[in-house]
T-cell receptor, first 109, second 113 residues
Framework: GQQVMQIPQYQHVQEGEDFTTYCNSS?????IQWYKQRPGGHPVFLIQ?????EVKKQKRLTFQFGEAKKNSSLHITATQTTDVGTYFC?????????FGAGTILRVKS | GAVVSQHPSWVICKSGTSVKIECRSL??????MFWYRQFPKQSLMLMAT?????????EQGVEKDKFLINHASLTLSTLTVTSAHPEDSSFYIC?????????FGQGTRLTVV
């Protein structure tokens, strides 16, 4: 079945440091989406990438979609304590959205 | 953005009883809704795709007789956990898509004792 691998599982950074999480699929994706989930909360949509090689930015967040549409990354520049949470990528095949394992981000102030 | 409301937020039930969870799209119509299950510190696992007016599509390994899904209207899907057991304790989340974006309910934390 469709699977999305996401690494790292966990990252603890000092406030101001950068953070990156990576997702990889064995098959070509229709699109990839990124979500953030705060502890005790539900996933909140961040962005969707559709085009091969696409790069999108949201303030300090940069999202990339690989040329082969099989991998993606989320990079946060100069992390802040408000960035804490779990970041999930989700690959879409047809109507189905399959989530990666998520990367838990902790930020030390 | 669109709002998906899920109820109840949390429920504790006795082993052997059934629990119904509701998922409503408040300001849009959703012909398709998705049910996920999330264990602590783990990812969301797609359980089933709920289709309005037809049978749900279950993922491999999900017992359709145990997790009954009904999508009777364009704004409501329900998940019933039948004869619940402690191993069914989990966080259940529904999702509905509007255009390209998926919106999630608040989730239901089910504890079976």
């Amino acid at each position: 079945g469709q699977q999305v691998m996401q690494i790292p599982q966990y990252q603890h950074v000092q406030e101001g440091e950068d953070f990156t999480t990576y997702c990889n699929s064995s098959t070509t994706l229709s699109n990839i989406q990124w979500y953030k989930q705060r502890p005790g909360g539900h996933p909140v949509f961040l962005i969707q990438l559709v085009k091969s090689g696409e790069v999108k930015k949201q303030k300090r967040l940069t999202f990339q979609f690989g040329e082969a549409k099989k991998n993606s990354s989320l990079h946060i520049t100069a992390t802040q304590t408000t960035d804490v949470g779990t970041y999930f990528c989700a690959g879409q095949w047809g109507n189905k959205l399959v989530f990666g394992a998520g990367t838990i981000l902790r930020v030390k102030s | 953005g669109a709002v998906v409301s899920q109820h109840p937020s949390w429920v504790i039930c006795k082993s052997g009883t059934s629990v119904k969870i509701e998922c409503r799209s408040l300001d849009f119509q959703a012909t398709t809704m998705f049910w996920y299950r999330q264990f602590p510190k783990q990812s969301l696992m797609l359980m089933a795709t709920s289709n309005e007016g037809s049978k749900a599509t279950y993922e491999q390994g999900v017992e359709k007789d145990k997790f009954l899904i009904n999508h009777a209207s364009l704004t409501l899907s329900t998940l019933t956990v039948t004869s619940a057991h402690p191993e069914d304790s989990s966080f259940y989340i529904c999702s509905a898509r509007q255009a390209t974006e998926a919106f999630f309910g608040q989730g239901t934390r089910l504890t079976v004792v």
